[in-house]
């Protein structure tokens, strides 16, 4: 999971829910600067065991350049919940929900607490981003309903199918575990084994805390259902190369144990799109390299305007 090392919101942004045509999503919403010329916006999709606040720490860079910034919990995420039953949470129902976020930003919707304005500016290009599993879930919703909606799409530590097969013996080991232990019991095990073997992070006492009740408000069905998509997922590259033109970027650390970094490598080659590897990062440069990771895309977006 990606790991907030500070859970302050840029004075510009707000938390708030975005209303859709298939319901209303919790969202960190950053206003683009008033002293940069406005450049779109630009909707980040989390990955499995994530949230909106895995995007924290790129809000404000991105927001100085230009973009209004809109991250999400998608349903049956932390803050957003959704159905108790794991039909809900078949990727073309996730990929459609993208479609109802993406469809919402486009017309200018900005309702926040009390059915304020927000940060709604409406208008200009609308570009995707999807972290792991999200880069799966966007791949879909490019796919399934075309390109019209988004002037570039970026995969971020996401790579062409099924996660590594050493990936997919820890995720099944939470399959597994899902029927027979609450979130509670199976966080608290998390905790003991990453003592156990020397891996407990130094993480701030709030982040902490956040991390728990993100990790026991995801629901169940949501884990169990996204779990077996990253170990069940098939080659799609060459259908999404072939769903039309759109700019694409792919974006990794240097290392990543999910999507080993060669097959990202070769992945890009196969769309045709733009490679960025974020120096000192691993699978979630979003957080571990924030700021280089906030450039490569400024550049990767605004290349596409001639800027």
Known sequence: MSRPTALDLPENASAHRLETARGSFAVLDAAPSPDAPARGTALLVPGFTGSKEDFLPLLAPLSAAGFRVVSVDGRGQYESGGPREEGAYA????????????????????????????????????????HSLGGLIVRDAVITHGTAAWASLTLMSSGPAAI???????????????PVMDLEAIWQAMRSMDVENGEQPDTPPAVEDFLHRRWTTTLPEQLAATARQLMEEPDRVAELAAAGPLPKMVISG????????????????????????????????????PAETAAALIDFWQSLTGE
């Open 91 to 130: 990727q073309r129902e996730l990929a459609a929900d993208v479609v109802a976020q993406s469809a919402a930003l486009a017309a200018g919707d900005g309702s926040g607490p009390g059915g304020g304005t927000g940060n709604g500016t409406g208008g200009g290009p609308l570009h995707l981003l999807g």
């Open 164 to 178: 590594s097969e050493e990936q997919q013996a820890r995720t099944r080991l939470l399959i597994d575990v899902l």
């Open 254 to 289: 240097e290392v990543d144990h999910a999507w080993p970094v060669p097959w990202l490598d070769a992945m890009a080659v196969r769309l045709g799109a733009e490679r960025a590897v974020i120096k000192g990062a691993e699978h979630s440069p979003n957080t571990e390299r």
